[in-house]
């Protein structure tokens, strides 16, 4: 079946860096744009970034210049590398799976991943 697993979460002190990855299994990974969301207390649920089946990105502009998005079809992975951190971008980090061609699941989202910045 469809899994997408989040990794890499954690505390980190403000101006720190973490790197999440989404592992992926169950579905033809190159056929899909697979995007990083977040919940956060105060702003609910809220698109981060996105990387496209051709390898096109996308950013929120509160991450843009500080987190980069990227992918590993060979491994089924996506990466979201986080430097700069803010106590702002504490929340859950959530992966998504969005198809753009072929057959399969539309869409799919994993369970999540805590990210916790100290100030």
């Known amino acids: 079946q469809v899994q997408l697993v989040e990794s890499g979460g954690g505390l980190v002190e403000s101006g720190g860096s973490l790197r999440l990855s989404c592992v992926t299994s169950?579905?033809?990974?190159?056929?899909?744009?697979i995007l990083w969301h977040r919940q956060t207390p105060g702003q609910g649920r809220e698109f981060v970034a996105e990387?496209?089946?051709?390898?096109?990105?996308d950013y929120a502009d509160f991450v843009k210049g500080r987190f980069t998005i990227s992918r590993d079809d060979a491994k089924k992975t996506v990466y979201l590398q986080m430097n700069s951190l803010k106590p702002e971008d504490t929340g859950v980090y959530i992966c998504?799976?969005?198809?753009?061609?072929?057959?399969?699941?539309?869409?799919?989202w994993g369970r999540g991943i805590q990210v916790t910045v100290s100030s």
């Open positions: 169950g579905f033809t990974f190159k056929n899909y744009g």
């Open positions: 990387v496209t089946t051709s390898g096109n990105t």
């Open positions: 998504a799976m969005n198809r753009e061609r072929g057959s399969g699941p539309r869409d799919s």
